[in-house]
């Protein structure tokens, strides 16, 4: 009697299983003949001649904005720009750029490349391309002008310093290297920075960075990951057992179905699960360098030390769909070897009506346990072992570090200064007043919600000249503001425009150099590695 109970009760759930399962098929198949129909009928009636690849991706991508940031349709020139982006190489002419209703501004040249060669400096703009003007071209169009097989010649219109000049370029294959810069900061304390997660590359270049250092006499390491937004969670696994034992849980994915869960464990012999390391992070280290970050605090391998991490502890994975489109999902959160996920915002709660997320940090976090007992929590990203001495950055900081005012400050003050010393460069309490005024009276680029709803507000006023006087005493007095809210991190803003010159100067490499020397973190963390007693202390229950 039990058993035939059971079996009904079996075939009652396989049946609402497949109920379920029809209903939702059916609402999705409704959905997609509602869209056909609009389609067709948008083609056929309305006024305008539409572009149908268009209609459909912008159509696409608009949907998608409602979930998270991390889920994405690519069209097939969005594929091979992703591809790029994960791979790291491509054919161009070695730069970074932005774009404007101008043109291409290289706001970083790479040593060795195309650019470099022909001698094109941060600031510069190309304003032609082939004999083809980019003026009010659309950053997607943009995107391509300088890309292309190796070897191709291409013919670019410059205007630098006010000086219009055309060169002819060839481009070349332009290879990223995730670890920019090792060295040894003192005898026996080394420096490897990584700044992506590139599949295929970051594991070998740390590993070949820390084996360099170590016969070099290295004994300590700082470990850079600021500022690295992540990249393949199978770097991250490989590079976190460059420390750790194999065999070893490292992270997590658990999501709706079965095979998007699984567990991922070291599978390599280590290089070193001895040697006392501090890893650098700050609340743009995110995804997988907050995978190692958190992997190597949960096994208290490592000191984390720093700012908060970014939090994202999502994981996407890339399905391929028809005429060469791909969609990027995101399929599961990953939790590191204590049981805590990092994640901060909470999609899934968005506001309806506001569109704001909800933070998960702001609501009740769980305590887990290292392998030494030391707790740690989960949500709001991965909170360092010890806060670097640096001031947390405000919201005006974070939107002003985001706009291009600290790129066009530094190339416009680099005039002015003439030759200077690569390694003991400091940017003075004077450049630092020169900033602000800066901001005041020139920069366009850093402009707060308050001052936007303010600058709409005021357009929207029949004969606002009536009240322009009034206006720019306001405009004048936001401004002030603002300045004001940002200097409360001149600390941070002070290294950031340092970086810049340094940049702008010496390339990537010199920035690193000069910052090796120079950093208030770096030396946080050597004075750290340097008391071992401090250190050990840390890292225990």
Not at 94 to 110: A, C, F, N, P
Not at 144 to 173: F, Y
Not at 246 to 268: A, F, L, P, Q
Not at 289 to 302: F, K
Request: net charge positive; hydrophobic share 35%; with cysteine.
């Amino acid at each position: 009697m039990k058993n035939k109970k059971f079996v009904i009760w079996g075939l009652i759930a396989i049946v609402g299983v497949f109920f379920s399962f029809q209903s939702r098929f059916f609402e999705i198949a409704k959905q997609i003949e509602i869209y056909n129909n609009l389609f067709k009928e948008i083609n056929m009636n309305y006024i305008d001649e539409v572009n149908p690849g268009d209609l459909t991706d912008k159509a696409i991508k608009n949907t998608l904005r409602n979930l998270d940031p991390y889920t994405n349709f690519y069209n097939e020139q969005d594929v091979e720009d992703a591809r790029i982006r994960r791979e790291g190489e491509y054919g161009g002419i070695g730069v970074m750029t932005y774009y404007t209703k101008k043109g291409i501004i290289l706001s970083e040249i790479y040593k060795g490349f195309p650019a470099d060669k022909a001698g094109l400096k941060p600031g510069d703009a190309i304003v032609e391309v082939d004999g083809q003007s980019l003026l009010g071209l659309e950053n997607d169009q943009l995107s391509q002008m300088l890309k292309g097989s190796p070897g191709k010649e291409v013919s670019i219109k410059v205007v630098s310093n006010n000086q219009t000049k055309n060169i002819k370029i060839e481009l070349d294959k332009v290879v990223v290297n995730p670890v920019p810069f090792f060295d040894m900061i003192d005898e026996e304390t080394g420096y490897v920075v990584l700044t992506r997660f590139i599949s295929r590359k970051a594991t070998e270049e740390v590993k070949k960075a820390i084996e360099t250092l170590k016969e070099r006499g290295m004994t300590k390491l700082v470990f850079d990951l600021r500022s690295n937004p992540g990249g393949s969670l199978f770097d991250a696994i490989n590079i976190t057992n460059l420390f750790i034992p194999k065999g070893e849980r490292v992270v997590d994915t658990r999501g709706k179905i079965r095979k998007n869960s699984r567990v991922y464990k070291t599978s390599r012999d280590p290089l070193d699960t001895e040697m006392p390391v501090v890893v650098l992070i700050d609340d743009r280290s995110a995804s997988a360098s907050e995978i190692v970050s958190g992997a190597l605090q949960d096994y208290d391998r490592a000191v984390v030390l720093g700012k908060r991490s970014f939090g994202k502890g999502l994981v996407q994975r890339y399905y391929e769909l028809t005429y060469g489109t791909q969609a990027k999902i995101t399929i599961s959160k990953y939790y590191t070897p204590s049981g805590r996920c990092i994640q901060e915002l909470d999609y899934a709660n968005r506001d309806p009506k506001t569109g704001k997320v909800p933070k998960f940090s702001d609501g009740e976090v769980s305590s887990f346990k290292t392998k030494n007992g030391r707790t740690v929590y989960d949500g709001g990203g991965v909170t360092p072992d010890v806060k670097s001495n640096s001031s947390d950055k405000n919201e005006a900081t974070k939107s002003l570090l985001k706009s291009r005012a600290v790129f066009n400050f530094s190339n416009e003050y680099l005039g002015k200064l003439g030759v200077i010393d690569s390694l003991n460069y400091r940017f003075d309490e004077a450049g630092f007043n020169e900033f602000k005024n800066f901001l005041l009276s020139k920069d366009t680029t850093f402009v707060t919600k308050e001052e936007r709803l303010f600058k709409r507000a005021y357009k929207a006023i029949k004969n606002s000249e009536r009240i322009k006087n009034e206006y720019e005493n306001l405009e004048l007095k936001l401004k002030q503001e603002k300045v004001k809210e940002i200097s409360k991190n001149k600390d941070v803003l002070i290294a950031s425009l340092e970086k810049e010159i340094m940049k702008n100067s010496f390339y990537r490499e010199g920035m690193y150099r000069h910052q090796l020397h120079n950093d208030e973190v770096i030396k946080q963390a050597v004075d750290l590695l340097k008391n071992a007693n401090k250190y050990n202390s840390i890292l225990k229950k």
